[in-house]
T-cell receptor, first 113, second 115 residues
């Protein structure tokens, strides 16, 4: 069964610094991959998705992620952190033919002024 | 275009009671999925409904049940509530299963507290 691992439950970066949030999937067949953001007391908002087209995916709010099959990874980056980026970030995988999204446990991003 | 809506926003129940949560899917979507997000965890798949039929189920007991209506809105019912059922319940809608990417659009969630 598919599993998604997010390394680092908490990440702190200074405002203006690079943001790097890590995500690895387990399946031998590359799934579709998603990054969602969750602000306090809110639902999930899609940041970006990989669907087997370009391996470098650009999303909203300046985020991007690179799919690397050899590393079974889909890490999320942003060149310059902003205070408004403070939130919980979830990586999720969907294997075609399966109805569900499998989520990682999330990474809480804190921005230091 | 109307997004996914859920009601109620918050709910407090006592152990053993029953609860019904409601979800309206995004316009044009005929598939609804339900997820449970415990505090500090990622969402866990409960089940999915497509054209009023259950189309897949996660590792949840039968006391978690659902319905989908002809207008594609959905209900999640939980019987015999337990303390561990306290969580944020998220509804997500999507186009028909089998379409590419299965992008799911989430509602704001219902926060259920079981005392």
């Amino acid at each position: 069964a598919q599993s998604v691992t997010q390394l680092g439950s908490h990440v702190s970066v200074s405002e203006g610094a690079l943001v790097l949030l890590r995500c690895n999937y387990s399946s031998s067949v590359p799934p579709y991959l998603f990054w969602y953001v969750q602000y306090p007391n809110q639902g999930l908002q899609l940041l970006l998705k990989y669907t087997s087209a370009a391996t470098l995916v650009k999303g909203i709010n300046g985020f991007e992620a690179e799919f690397k099959k050899s590393e079974t990874s889909f890490h999320l980056t942003k060149p310059s952190a902003h205070m408004s980026d403070a939130a919980e970030y979830f990586c999720a995988a969907h294997n075609f033919g399966n109805e569900k999204l499998t989520f990682g446990t999330g990474t809480r991003l804190t921005i230091i002024p | 275009e109307t997004g996914v809506t859920q009601s109620p926003t918050h709910l407090i129940k006592t152990r053993g009671q029953q609860v019904t949560l409601r979800c309206s899917s995004q316009s044009g979507h005929n598939t609804v999925s339900w997820y449970q997000q415990a505090l500090g965890q990622g969402p866990q798949f409960i089940f999915q409904y497509y054209r009023e039929e259950e189309n897949g189920r996660g590792n949840f007991p039968p006391r978690f049940s659902g319905l989908q209506f002809p207008n594609y809105s959905s209900e999640l019912n939980v019987n015999a509530l337990e303390l561990d059922d306290s969580a944020l319940y998220l509804c997500a809608s999507s186009p028909a299963p089998g379409t590419t990417s299965n992008e799911q659009f989430f509602g704001p969630g219902t926060r259920l507290t079981v005392l």
